[in-house]
């Protein structure tokens, strides 16, 4: 074949190859196009449902807190004012929402507000001891069926019987809405409290904290290890059968399906070792073993990626091993060391499985504030709302998804920014 | 120049293998003190290989076995009881690529006199990396910035570097592992006029793939092939009346 010839070849096949690239460019172009789409969709639609749980409903009620109906005078003490008769006071409030009310209307009325009045009434008093004997204007939380009405998730075209709000109410709310006695609001609730039976009155505060007392234990008890098997098996090991062994099991732990270490705390810590149950410290301890593998492999990939001739240089002028390893390879290695324990706990901060089996699943009211109290934790209490009947639930359980992301993106710009503001370059 | 007869280092019978290959085959040799001993030959003849006999770097090599004898001061360093951590502070070393610490300027000299407590007080230690970095002919280009990462020197400077730190601990002896090899011409000149100054000194055993910096900077000139040693002896006959074809053949440019 001479020259020529192999040149009109080469540009015959020239317009196939070069189609080639092309089409192979615009494969690539449609996947990230159709990830990007399901990804926006997702958020979408996350985003859409949960904004509304940042508002809560109140509804402005006048509450006369009569010294004689209260059973209190200006000198009572801490405990006479908790035993005082608020939901006396509150039942004249009710009763006076609307003028000459039947015994049935005020019935329903009462529907129309949050079982958690009571103590928003107390409490207003006790932040406020002067109003004894006046008549206060108070905005109260409206009870989640007319905030899910008033939001348009629930419908009101429905038939009466098929609604939690009958025709009567209805017209109520649509009263108080004309005499701007109803409002929207910040939901500081949804922030500032727990998990509650009531969706107007539920907040994330209690699951959010379980999740980063359960992070903290996780932290505390796998970044040591972590760092200590991956220094002993990348620099001081031997190399032989057995360590290949442990090699090879590490990558296999990290494939296991979560809710075995689940399984493995419900049998060992708890029933054997007899850990508190439903608390952060045993969620921590298994979710710990279940990112152990992964901070391990990531722990060495960035010890195998300090240059061989940093130690080298160390080992030259007379540094023992561990003086070469422990000043200069991990140090060096300790960016993406971090880098890779921030990602494994973000996995752990998203675990569902582990924690149900250890009990994590429980409805918990209260906030934590140690680790070996019970509590929730952030994807429990998604899975718990998602969960329930009541309709008020559902934006909470999107606006919670919102909040776990959030928690997640800023975990990843952290490992992000630790990585870059760290790494040193040689 | 006085001739001096004092051997510094006596390697007899040395056998290296890398698992059953066989990378150094019998090397005998003497090196004198206070001269620039440098080891040729053609890529993967076993130089470098001996060379890190001489520092135990070999160890770092799992699959490395070295027998035979290598005497230091008259020592025996073949032998699992070699303190080797002793040996390597005696013996300094300075890589092919140059590799200073990712620290400042001050840390990377300050590193080995600090781990070896050399210094007492910290007045001391600023007294050493200053002296050695005036010995390694670095020290008017970085005395403003002995902060600064030893990663922001040029190439020829951070080996510079690599030599006040490796000097930093009085080594007796120090190995060159192809030194220049990723330098510039200038920053070559550089390092092999400071060989020179050097001498005075220290003993000094220099690998290196340029017959004509051999001839330069060396006294004693050992040529390696195929994991033997050739013919070693006084660089400038070597260069201009070797005994051996092959060195003349390798010499003359018709090899390697």
Redesign the interface.
Known sequence: MNSIVAQERIIALRKKRSAQDLRFKYYGFIAMCLALAVLVFLLYSIFSRGFSAFQKTTILLEINYDQEVLKLTPDSTDQEIEKGKFFKVKKNALNNVFENLSKSDAKLIKKLFSTNIDKEIKNYYIDNPSVLNTTQKLWVTAHSNVDQMLKGNSRRDVPEDRRKLNDIQLSFIDQLVEEDRIQKEFNNFFFTRADSRHPEIAGIAGSFMGSLLTLFVVFILSFPIAIGASVYLEEFAP?NKLTELIEVNISNLAAVPSIVFGLLGLGVLLNVFGFPRSTPLVGGTVLALMTLPTIIIACRASLKAV?P??K?????????KS?AVF??VVP?ALPGTLTGTIIGLAQALGETAPLIMIGMVAFIPNIPTGITEPSASLPVQIFLWVESAERGFQEKSAAAIMIILLFLFMMNALAVYLRNRFE??? | MVENNNTKISAKDVDVFYSEKQALNKISMDIKEKEVTALIGPSGCGKSTFLRCINRMNDLIEICKVTGSIKVDNEEIISSSTDVVSLRSKIGMVFQKPNPFPKSIFDNVAYGPSIHGLADTKSDLENIVITSLKKAGLYNEVKDRLNEPGTSLSGGQQQRLCIARAIAVNPEIILMDEPCSALDPIATAIIEELIDELRLNYTIIIVTHSMQQAARVSQKTCFFHLGELIESGETNKIFTNPDNTKTQDYITGRFG
């Open positions: 190399k240059p001739s940093i080298e240089g160390a080992l030259a002028i007379g540094a023992t003086q000043h200069h060096l040193k370059k040689w």
